[in-house]
């Protein structure tokens, strides 16, 4: 072999090497970016708005509760109808209506409740500056947002609890929005209001008296999230993921007032005053580890039988499923 042959072989090994080279490299970083995607997967969490009752979602959102699970969690805003579909459709995996949900799951379709952040509803009469009690409304105009929904039903039981018959003694409107209600109220085309927080926080400080909250007076599950029975079964360790997440943020929320606090003053843009007037009336309302039981589906199954006349007795089996929450409890507890 003459110096320039083997010289020219030389270099064609060198290339060939190089090229190795960057192949390998180039496959590596292929399964790295796709172990990295793997374990930072983003989750679509459909909710029907920013309402202060998901703040465990929001605080394991803020504090990275999700992300030491490797979830990336996306939030959708989507109307009850839609998130509804979008969820049966495997568009979104996860959404924040399991009261509404629990009505599907009982007429067979295939959804569960997974994690639930209340057993009290988180709503509050607020009646005009020189109304006290909710016997004074006697007589009264009181706005809800529609006839069927949660704040008519809280509404409804918080006036019979004090002996108001509802459209006997009083008059229930449907107005609409949340800001609409309050406009009502300032205005005083009405004597009360049914709201949520920080509404209530926001009209005492402005003088209006609160003069029920709802969870006083009756208990029923609220603020829950809710996926389908295939996501249980084909990804298991991805639903405890986030049932873990959850649960840590419900536990931070009920032990941690000042960080929870200062959360809600991140994610809903209000002063130190109203965040914590906000936090001092949802924790009264957080249950303490997600898991309800019947007791606290009971308003909900009236309900549902009422509107649903052919549906029986319902099981709570048939609309959740908190296997996953209570192995990720006893880990998290355990710890």
Avoid at 150 to 160: G, V
């Amino acid at each position: 072999m003459t110096r320039q042959t083997e010289k020219s072989s030389l270099m064609q090994n060198r290339l060939w090497c190089w090229l190795m080279g960057l192949l390998v490299i180039g496959f590596v970083k292929i399964l790295l970016l796709a172990g990295a995607a793997h374990a930072d997967e983003a989750i679509k969490f459909a909710l029907p708005g920013n309402s202060m009752g998901y703040l465990p979602l929001f605080v394991a959102v803020h504090r990275g509760f999700f992300k030491d699970e490797g979830l990336d969690i996306e939030l959708p805003r989507l109307i009850p109808a839609m998130a509804q579909n979008a969820l049966l459709a495997g568009e979104v995996q996860y959404h924040g209506l399991a009261d509404s949900g629990l009505r599907l799951a009982a007429r067979g379709l295939p959804i569960k409740a997974i994690f639930y952040g209340a057993d009290r509803p988180m709503y509050y009469l607020v009646a005009q500056k020189e109304i006290r009690s909710v016997a004074e409304l006697r007589g009264k105009r009181i706005g809800v947002s529609q006839f069927g929904g949660t704040s008519d039903l809280s509404a409804r039981l918080a006036l019979k609890h004090f002996g108001v018959e509802p459209e006997k003694d009083a008059l229930l409107i449907q107005i609409g929005a949340e800001g609409t209600r309050m406009a009502a109220l300032r205005a005083g085309s009405v004597s009360a209001i049914i709201v949520p927080v920080p509404a209530v926080a926001i009209l005492k400080r402005e003088g209006y008296n609160e003069v029920s909250f709802v969870g006083d007076v009756v208990e029923f599950a609220s603020n829950g999230y809710s996926t389908t029975d295939q996501r249980i079964k084909e990804h298991p360790q991805e639903v405890k993921k986030v049932v873990r997440a959850l649960y840590r943020g419900l536990r931070y929320a009920k032990e941690n007032p000042a960080g929870t606090i200062d959360v809600i003053q991140r994610e809903w843009k209000v002063d130190g005053g109203i965040a914590k007037g906000s936090y001092q009336a949802i924790v009264k309302a957080l249950n303490d580890d997600g898991i309800i039981g019947e007791k606290q589906l009971k308003m909900h199954f009236d309900l549902i039988r009422r509107v649903e006349k052919n549906i029986g007795e319902i099981s709570v089996s048939k609309v959740v499923d908190f296997t996953l929450l209570k192995d990720a409890k006893r880990e998290l507890d355990g710890r």
